[in-house]
């Protein structure tokens, strides 16, 4: 652990002392034969020497584009659009930081079409942006051989905890995208396809922290966005990664994309399929006082392994009907089989810590996890200065069936039976079907404003059948286990309807907007002979508001602030009764009682040189969606679930700098310190819970002999506290990664070195009313991956459609099922 912060503080503060050094800024503008202002044009920075590439560019609405951060040297650029020649200049000089105006760059159409061209930008791993950060995932080399899950993990203000739950600077409850779709998944559900996704197929991970109006209010801590690699070139084109990672157990995730465009028709297709095989040793200690004393005390241990196949296939089509209309289409499908296995023994000890007796029990689950999602969309643009409306209407379905047996045996402390062993048998299927829609409309108006308005509608349906059955032994027989089986419909609909408006003067930039949102929602929980029929139904309205002010001091200082209330609704999983379970002492349950919870988000911003980004931000939010314990000191049995039982004030301020240290070093640098303070209820017993903490990561990438990148990677987080109960201690890991351009730039292959030192290990302290409990999780993340990528292309570049979704928040709520 004190290497790891040790690396992470060296190497952070070193690259922050290089900061000062003075560097030239590019600029200029762009224009066709006619001498109209050409916008979405690709400027490129090249050395004069070897054309390599140094910074990327596309110019604005008016033509113009700015290259900053210019190191002296000599040029030249590279100009480019769909439809024009490519211009080149004559070289040119940057010396002692000055600033340069390049003339007007003027492009000629061309009818020539590149033949057999592919194409590779070095592009930065993190590039800070007004609305959002963007993380490259292939400008790190670590990456190759990773799933989506770990590329999340090492990116800027993400934390994953023990269970998968994804955390933005602190803060659980944030929506995950795919391509702008809403994946309508959360729990152990997201936490499964993430880590059956390879890295491969991901092209950019977007960050947004305050979205507007035009979003979902769902996510209290904001949105991620997933976006995968498209290729967008006429002709075929596509690219194929073939992994294969060892750690303990062997590991292989692979992909294959590929796209055609040819007229009006642009089709797009992905496919993949991974193996992966983890292991997990968990230790577990509980306490049991009586009047202070300790009584008992319960030392577990379980070593569990997972083997998961993950297959998908994801087709999708764009039709332009004429100039101003396209249509898209898309199906996604998902099948992953898996098999979690769980052999535990836990020892009972007296007072004195001699043992009196011990449980030993092995728990499977199997199961298959299927997903199945249709997408329709349009574009018509209505005239020539921007005003347009598009529309989407989502069909999915997922279904969940997974078997469990656990079979524990409890012994004295000679070894002999103490009784007969509790046989317990479950079916836990689960169905969920979704259907979304909405429209949108967007209209210039005149002094640079714009305004947007749209209507939203969903539908959820979810179908919970859990059949439990237990061995009676006396009887001979396997009897139905009525006091864990259950029956849970739910039933939900939202309909929501925003406005939003936004103005750029000068050097300010203003937008409010303000969302409203429906809910009604029914449960429904069936009885059998020991249990009555329970049903709850809830309605509500909310209003979600949005403000943002924008200055320009000049142009390497930006400043921002921004207010937003949000809404976490409860995931599907947490509102249905079922249990999970470790063994007959440990289990994990639903509660059906959940309410939303609601938050207040301020951010104050600034932005130096386009490279330093400092945040301050305030959150207060009421009726936390808390995971806690439960514990009956007379049987020993321990379980979690989530209950609405505080409210949190939150204050943090982050600091992130991402650039360009050298020609050949890049580096990115991410710290977060938060106040996050705790108030209310929990077992009955007052909670007041207040604890500072530090995250911090570091990755840098290093270029030499023109075909060869190198990297090194870490992050380290202090003592925290989630959810106010379980205080989380300190923990950081160091990696490495290499790559090796091949093929003339058409293939990579890359090695990635995860944890060598082996310290990435989770640890849990829960000492809160009767609950003493100390958990600590080691997994299979010392491994070392080799990945191969060959890329084909024969085509130009051509714009796609850019994918939307009525999904923005139903498919993040699917609960785990595992």
Request: aromatic fraction near 10%; charge should be positive; proline fraction near 3%.
């Amino acid at each position: 652990m004190r290497l790891t912060f040790t690396l992470f503080l060296f190497t952070s503060l070193f690259t922050i002392s290089s900061f000062g050094q003075t560097k030239g800024t590019i600029t200029g503008v762009v224009k066709d034969e006619s001498g109209k202002l050409l916008p979405s044009v690709t400027v490129s920075l090249l050395k004069a020497k070897d054309s390599a590439l140094v910074k990327v560019g596309v110019s604005d609405q008016e033509g113009a584009f700015e290259l900053i951060n210019i190191s002296d040297g000599k040029y030249f650029i590279s100009a480019s659009s769909v439809g024009f020649a490519k211009l080149l200049t004559h070289p040119f000089e940057i010396a002692e930081g000055k600033n340069i105006k390049v003339p007007v760059l003027t492009l000629h159409n061309s009818a020539t079409a590149m033949a057999d061209v592919t194409v590779q930008t070095k592009r930065p791993l993190v590039e800070n942006k007004i609305d959002k950060m963007v993380v490259n995932v292939d400008a790190s080399p670590s990456n190759a051989g990773a799933t989506a899950m770990e590329v999340l993990e090492k990116s800027p203000g993400i934390t994953v905890d023990r269970d998968g739950n994804i955390s933005l600077k602190g803060k659980q409850g944030i929506i995950v995208l795919m391509d702008g779709k809403q994946t309508y998944l959360s729990g152990q559900d997201l936490a499964n396809l993430l880590r059956n996704m390879p890295a491969s197929q991901l092209d950019q991970i977007e960050i947004m922290t305050q979205p507007s109006a035009k979003f979902d209010a769902q996510g209290k801590s904001g949105i991620i966005n997933l976006r995968t690699k498209k290729n967008t070139q006429t002709g075929f084109n596509g690219s194929v990664s073939v992994s294969y990672v060892q750690g303990r157990y062997p590991k292989s995730p692979n992909s294959f994309n590929f796209n055609f465009k040819k007229g009006k028709v642009n089709l797009f297709s992905s496919v993949s399929y991974s193996y992966w095989t983890n292991f997990n040793d968990q230790n577990l200690t509980r306490k049991f006082r009586k009047n202070g004393i300790v009584e008992s005390v319960f030392d577990q241990k379980a070593d569990q392994v997972s083997i998961s196949r993950n297959y998908s296939a994801r087709i999708g089509l764009d039709y332009t009907i004429d100039k101003n209309t396209t249509i898209g289409f898309l199906v996604n499908a998902i099948t992953s089989p898996s098999r979690w296995e769980n052999n535990g023994r836990a020892n009972m000890l007296n007072g004195n810590g001699r043992l009196d007796s011990f449980n030993t029990a092995k728990t499977i689950n199997n199961g298959t996890w299927q997903n199945l999602g249709t997408s329709v969309n349009f574009r018509r643009v209505l005239n020539n200065n921007g005003r347009e409306i598009t529309g989407d209407l989502d069909m999915l379905q997922y279904k969940t069936n997974s078997r469990q047996t656990s079979d524990n045996f409890n012994y004295f402390a000679d070894e002999n039976l103490i009784r007969s062993p509790f046989l317990l048998r479950g079916n836990v299927p689960a169905d969920i079907a979704i259907y979304s829609s909405k429209i949108d409309y967007a209209h210039p108006l005149a002094n640079h404003a714009k305004l947007e308005a749209g209507v939203k509608t969903s539908f959820v349906s979810t179908d919970n059948d859990a059949q439990y059955t237990f061995y009676d032994h006396a009887a001979s027989k396997w009897v139905t286990d009525n006091g864990r089986s259950n029956h849970f419909l739910y039933k939900e609909n939202i309909n929501a309807a925003y406005l939003n408006y936004s103005r750029q003067m000068k050097k300010w930039g203003i937008q409010t907007g303000l969302r409203i949102e429906n809910t009604v929602s029914k449960g429904s929980q069936f009885g059998n002979v020991t249990k009555k029929d329970t049903s709850f139904t809830k309605n509500y309205t909310q209003l979600f508001p949005t403000a943002y002010v924008s200055y320009a001091l000049d142009e390497n200082n930006q400043f921002g602030l921004s207010y937003g209330r949000r809404v976490e609704r409860p995931n599907y999983q947490d509102m249905n009764p079922f249990q999970y379970f470790l063994d007959q002492y440990t289990y994990r349950q639903g509660n059906p009682n959940l309410t939303p919870q609601f938050s207040h988000n301020i951010e104050l911003s600034h932005n130096f040189h386009k490279a330093l980004n400092t945040t301050l931000n305030y959150t207060y939010t009421s009726d936390i969606l808390n995971d806690i314990l439960k514990q009956n000191d007379d049987t020993k049995v321990t379980y979690q679930t989530k209950e609405n039982v505080a409210k949190r004030r939150t204050i943090g301020l982050a600091v992130s700098y991402n650039a360009s240290v050298t020609k050949w070093w890049t580096t990115s640098i991410y710290m977060n310190v938060n106040n996050n303070h705790y108030q209310g209820f929990v077992n009955n017993l007052p909670l007041d819970v207040n604890l500072t903490s530090f995250v911090g990561s570091s990755s840098h990438v290093f270029r030499f002999a023109k075909t060869w990148t190198a990297e090194v990677n870490g992050f380290y987080r202090t003592s925290a506290q989630e959810t106010g109960l379980f205080l989380l201690r300190p923990m950081g890991v160091v990696s490495f990664g290499f790559g090796k351009q091949l093929l003339k730039n058409k293939a990579n292959l890359k090695l990635s070195v995860n944890d060598p030192f082996y310290i990435q290990k989770a640890k849990v302290i829960i000492d809160y009313g009767n609950i003493d409990a100390l958990v600590t999780n080691r997994n299979d993340s010392r491994r070392v991956g080799l990945t191969f990528t060959y890329r084909f292309s024969k085509g130009v570049n051509v714009q796609q459609l850019k994918k939307t979704s009525s999904a923005q928040e139903e498919q993040n709520r699917v609960g785990g099922s595992n």
